[in-house]
């Protein structure tokens, strides 16, 4: 499976973006799909994750209110929908892939198989 993550960029604190993470090389709807965020010198840390079926959703408690998983299994792409942006939003968002639809979801990146190159998102304050 080949992700490909898109959508980051510049935005003002208070601002929204969305990301987007499509996959190809796969049977997507068979994976757990996540996100997660690094900044220099820190491990990535778990942002949020979905159920194949996207009936089930898990969030960092950072990102609890503000953003939203969702996925369009016809269009093989995930989604994350960043409003009420904070400066320490700042990070490079990975997104990543799980196999085993029912395997559960996951925030320990260690769980997941297979990962998409990353896109830069930076708010300022």
């Known amino acids: 499976v080949q992700l490909q993550a898109s959508g980051g960029g510049l935005v003002q604190a208070g601002g929204s973006l969305r990301l987007s993470c499509t996959a190809s090389?796969?049977?997507?709807?068979?994976?757990?799909m996540g996100w997660f965020q690094k900044v220099p010198g820190k491990e990535r840390e778990f942002v949020a994750a979905?159920?194949?079926?996207?009936?089930?959703?898990s969030y960092a408690d950072s990102a609890k209110g503000r953003f939203t998983i969702s996925r369009d299994n016809a269009k093989n792409t995930v989604y994350l929908q960043m409003n009420s942006l904070k400066p320490e939003d700042t990070a490079v968002y990975y997104c990543?892939?799980?196999?085993?639809?029912?395997?559960?979801?996951?925030?320990?990146?260690?769980?997941?198989?297979?990962w998409g190159q990353g896109t830069q998102v930076t708010v300022s304050s």
């Open positions: 990543a892939a799980r196999r085993g639809a029912t395997s559960g979801l996951r925030k320990n990146p260690q769980d997941y198989d297979y």
């Open positions: 090389g796969g049977t997507f709807s068979s994976h757990i």
């Open positions: 979905i159920s194949w079926t996207g009936g089930s959703t």
